[in-house]
């Protein structure tokens, strides 16, 4: 067996998931991790699953998209080698929540990833929150994970300085105080 | 992942609620420090306190940091200077009380509590010694808070005690005239005394606590006020029914656990840093002068004119109350005062109903039967009798006495300045009119002295 990462995209509408499990699953091929989402309309899955080793990738995504068609849904597909292990493992690091708000502009989200970027921040979830605080409001929220060697100060220095040049007020705490006022857990 | 509710709710907290960490409060037994010599016992105080204080401030500031919750203030507690200095006489505890001023502000802290005596049955030398040298010791330190345990539940009411602490706020407010009697802002005379509060003035290390420790403080009025705001304008609760107190109360509830849980959270977080136990998280509704950080506005939001109007005390037992419940499931370790303060002068819509006139003396009185504490940061005309503010005390310590809770007094008679003149204390304490004192005359009671016996109900075991 060997695992394939299988990615759709198009647009959201009963069904979607029901034709690719069926369709992965007459292939021979079993899910092991799955997650979708669904943003302005437009459903987006990734699905990784063990399949078959007389399997090929171009002969999977022909038996989807076909599929697909058939059903009536409408998504791209794409299939490749599902990459064995993930960026940080190994890499002691601490979960934060970065919030940055202030009139919607361009280029936003560009300037605060890329101070990430510079520090080898992996981002685990971005969201962007429109219209809450007023018409032209944006809120984005940056759920990232900071390498302990990074030094919190000057990471803050840096988001606070490029988020003043692009009209952000933006906070950096640690993501255990969402959790903490948010969430009942038992131990 | 975090729920886009979650973010903004905490945000709007942070940002717009004045939610914050009030204090954290290094407890330090002085108990190991003691000697009949004055120099060395004040060098082994100070070199005690420096041990364990050095990375108080900057541990706090990072830890607040981290969370983006800031830690306002940071202080120290120590055990009853009244016993650890017992052998000193009134010169010798004045000293003493220089040495603690000069710790707090190498350690720099802002407040440092403990020049305390506790009396409730008696006094002991080292008591009596404290209590005379109060005037001089509180005029000429700037960061030492005291506090006068003299009545408690167990043990009745030291009506001598009562007596004598009307006649020395009177003479702490006349060594402090320069500064509108600033002193007694200072001191605090208690029933049933938590032995771990880490709010000031009251805060004092007790006898049963461990050797060095860690107490929060959280507040949050306005994080309360705005929670009940939001769900009074939806005017349905979350099962589509009209909102009544029980979804009020609910709302409370819901939001002194969350605020309760910040304060563990960066509590136990300093104390892992610095390498100490973890003690208390004291969730006490703690106002500020600024508006929007007001246990008085809470009042109106649940519908009161103002605080002081019929319907005050209500309000404040089901405040005071979800309060308890709400931190009593956010931490194991809910400790100290716990509930609402009402101090006049450090909550501006409170400050104003009693300036106004909404807000009386007996108002307040009757309040604190249902609140954490008591008569707080009340200022007074200037040439209000010892035996009235004796009375005034004996009044609110019968309260804490029978009702088993804590009770305090902390009133500021303003030398030279009468009803209506403004006095102001300045930063948190705020400001405030002075406002009239029942009148008649409780002299022939107080000078009977001895002791009002423990009520029937202390005989428990």
């Known amino acids: 067996m060997k695992k394939l990462s299988i990615s759709f995209l198009g647009r959201d509408c009963p069904g979607a998931v029901s034709t690719v499990s069926q369709i992965l699953g007459q292939s021979g091929c079993n899910i092991v991790e799955v997650t979708q989402t669904i943003l302005a309309g437009e459903f987006a899955a990734i699905f990784i699953v063990q399949a078959p080793d007389t399997l090929e990738q171009e002969e999977l995504r022909r038996l989807l998209l076909t599929g697909l068609e058939a059903a009536g849904q409408d998504l791209s597909v794409l299939v490749r080698p599902a990459v064995e292990g993930q960026w940080g493992t190994g ?90 006022v948010h969430r009942v857990a038992s131990f | ?200 003035a009251g805060a004092y290390l007790g006898v049963g606590e461990p050797d060095v420790v860690i107490n929060v403080g959280v507040s949050g009025p306005g994080v309360v006020k705005k929670a009940i705001d939001r769900a009074l304008e939806t005017g349905r609760n979350n099962r589509g029914q009209p909102m009544t107190l029980l979804d009020v109360a609910e709302v409370i509830k819901r939001t002194a656990y969350k605020v309760t849980r910040v304060g563990e959270m960066i509590g136990t977080e300093v104390a892992h840093r610095l390498g100490l136990p973890f003690g208390v998280a004291d969730l006490s509704l703690a106002p500020t002068p600024a508006v929007g950080d007001s246990v008085g506005e809470i009042f109106q939001s649940v519908g009161l004119s103002s605080i002081g109007a019929p319907g005050t005390t209500a309000v404040l037992a089901m405040l005071n109350d979800a309060v308890k419940k709400g931190g009593a499931f956010a931490s194991s370790s809910v400790g100290g005062l716990s509930g609402a303060f009402i101090p006049v002068s450090e909550d501006s819509s409170i400050e104003a109903a ?97 002791r009002i016996p423990a009520p029937i109900h202390s005989l428990k075991n």
């Open chain 2, 354 to 450: 009693a300036t106004s006139g909404l807000l009386s003396l007996e108002k307040l009185e009757a309040m604190t039967s249902v609140c954490s504490v008591g008569l707080d940061m009340i200022a007074i005309p200037g040439d209000t009798p010892a035996s009235s503010i004796s009375g005034i005390i004996a009044d609110e310590m019968a309260i804490g006495m029978i009702n088993h809770k804590t009770t305090a007094v902390r009133v500021i008679p303003v030398p030279g300045k009468g009803v209506g003149e403004e006095v102001s204390f300045g930063g948190l304490l705020g400001k405030a009119a002075i406002i009239p004192v029942p009148r008649g005359d409780a002299s022939g009671f107080i000078n009977l002295g001895g």
């Open chain 2, 1 to 200: 992942m975090l729920s886009e509710r979650e973010v903004t709710s905490t945000l709007n907290m942070l940002r717009n609620e004045h939610l914050d960490v009030r204090t954290v409060t290094l407890g330090v037994s002085l108990f190991d420090c003691v000697s009949h010599d004055l120099q060395l016992f004040t060098d082994n105080v100070r070199a005690k306190i420096r041990r364990y204080a050095a990375q108080l401030v900057s541990v706090c500031d990072e830890v607040g940091d981290k969370y983006g919750i800031p830690v306002v203030n940071k202080r120290i507690s120590v055990s009853p200077i009244a016993v650890v200095g017992a052998p000193f006489g009134p010169d010798g505890m004045v000293r003493v009380c220089r040495a603690l001023d000069e710790a707090a502000k190498e350690a720099g802290v802002d407040f440092l509590g403990g020049f305390s005596a506790l009396v409730e049955k008696g006094f002991a030398k080292g008591d009596r010694a404290l209590i005379e040298a109060l005037p001089e010791a509180l005029a000429s330190t700037d960061r030492i808070c005291s506090s006068i345990n003299v009545a408690s539940s167990r043990s009745g009411i030291n009506m001598d005690a009562v007596a004598l602490m009307g006649r020395q706020i009177l003479k702490v407010a006349e060594a402090t005239r320069d500064r509108g009697g600033l002193g007694c802002a200072k001191l605090v005379v208690f029933a049933n005394i938590p032995q771990d509060v880490p709010f000031m």
């Open chain 1, 91 to 180: 890499l002691v690091c601490e979960p934060f929540v970065v919030t940055a708000d202030g009139p919607d502009h361009t280029g936003q989200i560009a300037a605060m990833s890329r101070i990430f970027a510079q520090h080898s921040i992996n981002i685990e979830s971005l969201k962007a929150i429109l219209g809450e605080g007023g018409p032209n409001h944006a809120l984005f929220v940056f759920e990232v994970m900071v390498p302990e060697d990074v030094d919190l100060g000057r990471l803050r220095r840096e988001l606070m300085v490029e988020g003043k040049k692009h009209d952000l007020r933006v906070s950096v705490q640690h993501r255990d105080i969402f959790e903490a």
